[in-house]
């Protein structure tokens, strides 16, 4: 009611989520802030924690040597050898060398150097969504250096690489950390591929062995895991069971070894040494989920890890005993995030080891007392769609966080209020960029689905159509394709499959006054004239629409807020038969039974009309029992636009 005569052109969307004043003085940035000594932060701040973030902000990224000192305290990273400066400029971005000079493995901040009776995991099995188990971090560190321990003993050197496909569970957690203890650089595949895509990324990472498990369960059901590895003409896999007590559920091939086996090897109490390296060796190889185009192999080096811990510590505001879960895989960025950013700053992992769709994640997330819940938009949908979560207190809950694609306004207001209106902190940037770019806030108000400030040590412009570069703190309303200005903590510098600097820098106009050349990264965004940003899809699924340009994201928010029988839509631009501008093509998913596609159609279209622009006329309307979607769950609106050339052609 207190916001009736918002005027949103004016301000932006309404605020469904606003800090107090002790929620803001709690947070990790504002306890930073009081210690922070830089020169033009002691000069220009007022000393009001809301007010001075983006001061905080701007330092973040233009004086790293004063900005990440303390942050690298604070998140206790722990160098064998001190790097000698923070940043190491170079004109090509590709050469600038974070931490030169620095000896570190990652995995020991991680791991050895908190409290080491404080939770490091918990988990619970679907069937069973409240009985918890819990594994302190000084037993996780224990099981990783035995399990670093066997790797050496089974010839594993520095340097290799060693894949794993299996779901987010303790062994996985544990060989993901022994792999990095080791030296050896942890090929992340997620479990739902099939042989051939999982063949792709061992040939690609070239990794000298496997870690994945016999079988999956979901429900009553097995789902096989093992046998599509053996497709893949995998190396030597360590078999893990997905029953313990139960066994190995498949036999192995011939030099294949159970997850017992192979730890047998190696005591169970002894110090593993971890290996110290430079920091831009490689800890991790991931791949991006193709939304775009082929996945992108992605190394990760011992740098990355610390942008998953900042991203966390500023944004989620993750803290020292807190408890953080994240449905996703180890094969998602978001798998290796959500271990980082939890554990350097002192958190728990919660792992469930079942579908997150159903209500028995929800008592999962209550019994365990989880404070920081991250989602991606389909998981929110399918809560809402069924009522699953009815019920259930997430008490515990600070805030949710949200990544992976352009999520909905609706879905995120009713996700907020079941929570008894809890923040949901957007966060966007790529497997790239180690995290994120773009993010909301605690101390900052929060509107559904929109991002309030640019990450800690992050910078970029939009890129409007129309030409020029428009940075953050211009504070005008403009949309454009959104590109990074360099050097970024944590984002890539390299790519095992492409020439990285043509893919993002090639063709990109100069960062204006210098030579540096923007890093593309193809996604494009609003800025709303209070200064927030929302999302609106890769550039890529943007269409012209006679003649003016418009997202797939928009149209599809402006159908779903006016037509309450859908619950998802794709909206695709495709050439009209024998030329000429683009025809909106809508694929819409129902809620209940299809109704009448001309009525559908004409309800589309109104709310088209009504909510972007009277201008834009829907050409078709199909109906799909759902929508087609990456590994990761990101719709691919490729494909429909494929399937609609296709059908225009019939
Ligand atoms: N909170 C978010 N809101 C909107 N979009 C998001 C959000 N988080 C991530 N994304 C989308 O996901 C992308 C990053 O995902 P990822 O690194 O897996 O690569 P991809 O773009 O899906 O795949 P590829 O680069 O292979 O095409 C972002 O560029 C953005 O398009």
């Known amino acids: 009611m207190v916001f009736h005569d918002w005027d949103a052109d004016a301000k932006g969307p309404v605020p469904a989520w606003i800090p107090t004043a002790e929620g803001v003085r709690d947070t990790n940035l504002a306890a930073f802030m009081n210690g922070f000594q830089a020169e033009e932060w002691q000069r220009a701040k007022t000393g009001d924690p809301q007010a001075d973030l983006d001061l905080l902000q701007r330092i973040s990224h233009s004086d790293p040597e004063a900005f990440w000192r303390p942050v690298l305290d604070h998140l206790r990273i722990h160098f064998h050898h001190k790097p000698s400066r923070i940043l190491q400029s170079a004109s090509n971005p590709d050469d600038v060398r974070w931490l030169p000079g ?125 046998t599509r590895v053996v497709e893949a003409e995998a190396p030597r896999a360590v078999v893990v069971p997905a029953n313990a007590s139960a066994g190995l559920q498949v036999s192995l091939r011939r030099g294949d070894v159970s997850w017992e086996d192979f730890l047998k090897a190696a005591p169970p109490h002894g110090s593993f040494q971890a290996h110290v390296a430079d920091a831009s060796d490689v800890t991790n190889i991931l791949f991006s989920s193709g939304t775009t185009g082929e996945p992108k192999a992605i190394p990760w080096t011992h740098v990355t890890p610390i942008r998953c811990g900042v ?175 360099p050097p970024l903590l944590g984002s890539s510098q390299r790519l095992l499959n492409r020439d990285h600097h043509s893919v993002y820098y090639k063709d990109m106009e100069v960062v204006a006054g210098t030579s540096t050349p923007l890093r593309r990264h193809g996604d494009e965004f609003e800025r709303l004239p209070n200064g927030y940003y929302r999302a609106l899809g890769r550039c890529d699924d943007t269409m012209n629409l006679g003649g003016i340009k418009v997202s797939s994201v928009e149209l599809e928010r402006a159908c779903m807020e006016g037509v309450p029988s859908i619950m998802e839509a794709a909206a695709v631009g495709v050439p009209a038969p024998g030329g000429g501008p683009e025809q909106l093509v809508l694929f819409l998913v129902p809620k209940g039974k299809r109704e009448d596609v001309a009525t559908v159609k004409h309800q589309c279209q109104a709310a088209i009309w009504s909510k972007l622009n009277p201008l834009f006329k829907v050409e078709r309307v199909l109906w799909r029992d759902s929508l087609p979607r990456t590994a990761s769950n990101k719709v691919m609106r490729r494909v429909l636009r494929d399937e609609s050339r296709s059908h225009s052609r019939l």
């Not at 309030?452 to 504070?475: K, R, Y």
């Open 102 to 226: 620095a000896q570190l493995n990652i995995a020991e901040s991680a791991l050895c150097v908190r409290d080491q009776d404080a939770p490091a995991l918990l988990w619970a099995q679907e069937e069973a969504p409240d009985q918890i188990c819990a594994l302190t971090l000084g037993e996780l560190r224990l099981r990783t250096q035995r399990f670093a321990a066997a790797l050496r003993l089974a010839g594993h050197t520095p340097g290799q690489a060693i894949a794993i496909d299996m779901p987010m569970t303790v062994e996985a957690v544990v060989a993901y950390f022994g792999i990095v203890l080791a030296g050896c650089a942890a090929v992340s595949i997620a479990d739902s591929f099939a042989p051939a895509e999982i063949a792709m990324r061992l040939r690609i990472s070239n990794a000298a062995a496997i870690v994945t498990q016999d079988v999956i369960g979901r429900g009553d059901k097995l789902h096989p895991l093992y």
């Open 311 to 485: 991203d966390g510590w500023a944004h989620q505001d993750v803290r020292r005993g807190d408890v953080v879960a994240w449905p996703t895989n180890l094969g998602w960025m978001m798998g290796p995030w959500l271990l980082y950013a939890a554990l350097l700053n002192g958190a728990a992992v919660a792992l469930f080891q079942g579908s997150p769709l159903g209500r028995a994640f929800g008592i999962f997330v209550e019994r365990a007392q989880v404070n920081v819940l991250g989602l991606v938009p389909s998981i929110a949908k399918a809560w809402r769609a069924s009522g699953c979560m009815k019920g259930l207190r997430w008490t515990a809950l600070r805030c949710y966080s949200s990544t992976g694609e352009a999520s909905a306004p609706e879905d995120y207001h009713w996700l907020m209020a079941r929570a008894g209106y809890k923040p949901i902190i957007e966060i966007c940037g790529g497997t790239e960029i180690g995290g994120g770019f773009l993010a909301g806030s605690m101390l900052q108000p929060q509107c559904p689905s929109t991002f309030s400030t640019p990450t800690m040590g992050s910078n970029f412009v939009l890129l409007p159509a129309a030409g020029g570069q428009s940075m953050h703190g211009d504070w005008t309303a403009v949309v454009g394709e959104l590109a990074v200005v």
